[in-house]
């Protein structure tokens, strides 16, 4: 019986190479959202930005009062944000929260 080791087991979002687009994509539609931050809250846990679908999200350079470094939007990709709510959930400090918007976008 093969066994499959470990380091063949990773998380979803380092599984690109086999992701495939469904048939009938262009009938989905994509939210769109805004994520703010609340920076005084962060304690630099990673979670937020290791765990983004859209990988957007990136330790800053700024420093909070309690010293560590919250997270930002990567540059070039404000319009990223597909409003999955990932972030927001696995925060364990609310630091995070998303706005959806309105005008939702169709998938190309
Ligand atoms: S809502 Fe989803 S896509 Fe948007 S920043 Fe959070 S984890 Fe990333
Ligand atoms: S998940 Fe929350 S506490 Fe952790 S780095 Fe992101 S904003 Fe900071």
Same mark, same amino acid.
């Given at each position: 019986?093969?066994?499959?080791?470990?380091?063949?087991?990773?998380?979803?979002?380092? &599984?690109? &190479?086999?992701?495939?687009?469904?048939?009938?994509? /262009?009938?989905?539609?994509?939210?769109?959202?805004?994520?703010?931050?609340?920076?005084?809250?962060? /304690? =630099?846990?990673?979670?937020?930005?290791?765990?983004?679908? /859209?990988?957007?999200?990136?330790?800053?350079? =700024?420093?909070?009062?309690?010293?560590?470094?919250?997270?930002?939007?990567?540059?070039?990709?404000?319009?990223?944000?597909?409003?999955?709510?990932?972030?927001?959930?696995?925060?364990?400090?609310?630091?995070?929260?998303?706005?959806? =918007?309105?005008?939702?976008?169709?998938?190309?």
């Amino acid at each position: 019986m093969a066994v499959i080791g470990f380091s063949r087991i990773r998380p979803m979002m380092y &599984q690109d &190479q086999i992701t495939r687009n469904p048939v009938n994509r /262009k009938h989905f539609v994509i939210p769109k959202g805004t994520v703010h931050f609340i920076p005084e809250r962060c /304690k =630099a846990c990673t979670y937020c930005w290791h765990f983004c679908p /859209k990988d957007m999200l990136e330790e800053s350079s =700024a420093i909070n009062a309690m010293g560590y470094h919250p997270p930002a939007v990567k540059e070039g990709m404000e319009d990223s944000c597909i409003a999955c709510g990932m972030c927001e959930t696995v925060c364990p400090e609310f630091a995070i929260y998303i706005e959806e =918007a309105n005008d939702r976008e169709r998938a190309h």
